[in-house]
């Protein structure tokens, strides 16, 4: 079945995640695990889709072959295997690591190399590959939640995808012409504004789907290493989580690149300090989803950026106005499209069951930049409402 048209207006990529989850839930085209929505989507027909793999020239001519822990890639993992390639698969959440290289056992059997493609065999057959491993990765085979015929890519919005081929580059492991491939239900194509993308979200040049082979001979680069100098709210919060990102960075620095970041994230231009006790970075650790209608009406739910500090003690704060949410949007869904759109605030005053929201920014400009990326935005399914807060319309804080 296709899939109905996005809505009408400006899409976020939430709104993207969300009608593709829908669909694939509501087509009964959805497999274990479930539900997919929050996940790289497992679907029917993906050992098919996997299988087309093996018929890529780039497939073929690869020696070493990372392929990310999503279930839909498991066939792709199994592929690799089987044709005897050095399979690298990343840690999940990049905890304890960059990758781990499977090795199956000596003599392995078609079933033992089953069982090493799954999540359960990664951990069993694995052996870690840190930042001095000399991997020379040969083609990248990542999931998506939704792709175009032009290679744009729309993940789950973790951002680690992006991270773990920003790293790749940083220590080496590919080249500017290493490809991509991305394994998806047909369903899962569609267009998708570049205005979307960002320079560190990853392209991909071939699409693999239970019906297609698509290469889509992407011209926009890919990231060429971590942008150390945009700090956005996913890599201070990334940084704050993962031990290998603060090692990278420090070797960075003294191999004498600039790894400054932006101003106003002072506590991590020390990379020593990225992890700072007690503090969280707004999106870091959302509150528990609680369920609807649970929230006394009323009740405002309160999130600072804490790198910063406290906004109470700040001279000046400009004040943005978010209307029209819808009733079925959550806290972590709106701070999720603010990174995305690189408009985090100092502090969210969260109001759902007024169907708004205040943001707080310490620069006007930040705030008028809010108000341009946030008016007109779908999110949800409706179009949201931006402007500056009564308070501060008189005051000329935003040309």
């Known amino acids: 079945r296709a899939m109905a048209a996005l809505p009408a207006g400006r899409c976020s990529k939430w709104d993207i995640r969300e009608k593709v989850w829908e669909h694939l839930e509501a087509s009964g085209l959805a497999e274990f695990p479930r539900p997919v929505r929050g ?19 780039v497939f073929s001519r690869a020696r070493e072959v990372k392929v990310d822990p999503d279930k839909p890639l498991e066939g792709a993992r199994l592929a690799a295997l089987q044709a005897k390639k050095t399979l690298l698969v990343p840690t999940p959440r990049l ?27 990664v951990r069993d057959y694995s052996v870690p590959v840190g930042l001095d491993g000399t991997a020379q990765v040969d083609l990248v085979v990542v999931g998506s939640v939704a792709v175009s015929e032009k290679g744009w890519r729309i993940g789950k919005g973790e951002g680690y995808a992006d991270m773990e081929y920003a790293m790749m580059v940083s220590m080496g492991a590919v080249q500017e012409d290493t490809p991509v491939v991305t394994i998806v239900h047909d369903c899962q194509v569609l267009d998708i504004a570049e205005e979307l993308l960002g320079d560190h979200d990853l392209t991909v ?5 239970p019906t ?3 290469q889509t001979n992407c011209k926009r680069p890919k990231p060429r290493g971590i942008m150390w100098h945009k700090a956005s709210s996913i890599l201070i919060q990334m940084l704050g989580k993962i031990p ?26 020390n990379p020593n300090r990225a992890a700072i006790p007690g503090r969280k970075v707004m999106a870091a650790n959302p509150q528990p989803r609680a369920a609807p209608g649970s929230a006394p009406v009323g009740q405002p739910h309160v999130g600072r950026d804490p790198v910063n500090p406290k906004s109470e003690g700040c001279d000046t704060i400009t004040t943005v106005f978010v209307g029209n949410l819808p009733g079925s949007l959550r806290v972590a869904e709106l701070k999720r499209a603010l990174r995305e759109l690189q408009v985090v605030p100092a502090r969210l005053n969260w109001q759902g069951a007024q169907h708004r929201a205040f943001l707080d920014y310490r620069d006007a400009g930040d705030a008028g930049r809010a108000v341009s990326s946030l008016q007109g935005l779908s999110l949800g399914g409706s179009a949201l409402r931006a402007e500056l807060a009564k308070s501060h319309r008189s005051k000329g804080e935003i040309n």
């Open 39 to 57: 996940r790289i989507p497992n679907f029917k027909g993906s050992l098919q889709a996997c299988s087309s793999l093996g018929e890529l020239d």
């Open 95 to 121: 905890r304890t690591g960059l990758f781990n290289r499977i090795v199956p056992p000596p003599g392995a059997t078609k079933e033992i190399l089953r069982r090493c493609a799954t999540s359960q065999g």
């Open 205 to 209: 040049d071939y699409i693999l789907t």
């Open 212 to 214: 297609r082979t698509i």
């Open 244 to 269: 290998i990102l603060r090692t990278l960075r420090c070797r960075e620095q003294q191999a004498g690149k600039d790894v400054t970041l932006q101003d106003e994230h002072p506590a991590l231009a």
